[in-house]
């Protein structure tokens, strides 16, 4: 079992930053993708952006090209994601979520509780 804990949410206005953090915990990590999702209110849960293990792949939805960024430090079992250039629409719960080595690409197997992002205008 993985334990997932979100945390760096917040509120801010338009334009600015924020760097949230997903720390892992539990069985061996080792190999695990990581991604994030958000959902906003009233809305369905939508892909934000995921990585690999080694880093190598990225992916990022088009509505966040460019102004966010994923990264992982595999020695602290943790997964960022630095979001700039925030805007109102990117006001959702964010959702860290991982996949072992053995699931097919585009599941996930654990999720995290969710971190609350706010941006005003």
């Known amino acids: 079992q993985v334990q997932l804990v979100e945390s760096g949410g917040g509120s801010v206005q338009a334009g600015g930053s924020l760097r949230l953090s997903c720390a892992a915990s539990?069985?061996?990590?080792?190999?695990?993708?990581m991604g994030w999702f958000r959902q906003a209110p009233g809305k369905e849960r939508e892909f934000v952006t995921d990585i690999t293990w080694s880093g190598g792949s990225i992916t990022y939805a088009n509505s966040v090209k460019g102004r966010f960024t994923i990264s992982r430090d595999n020695a602290k079992n943790t997964v960022y994601l630095q979001m700039n250039s925030l805007k109102p629409e990117d006001t959702a719960v964010y959702y860290c979520a991982a996949r072992n080595p053995g699931s097919r690409i585009g599941t996930y197997d654990y999720w995290g509780q969710g971190t609350q992002v706010a941006v005003s205008s």
């Open positions: 539990g069985r061996a990590f080792r190999g695990y993708a």
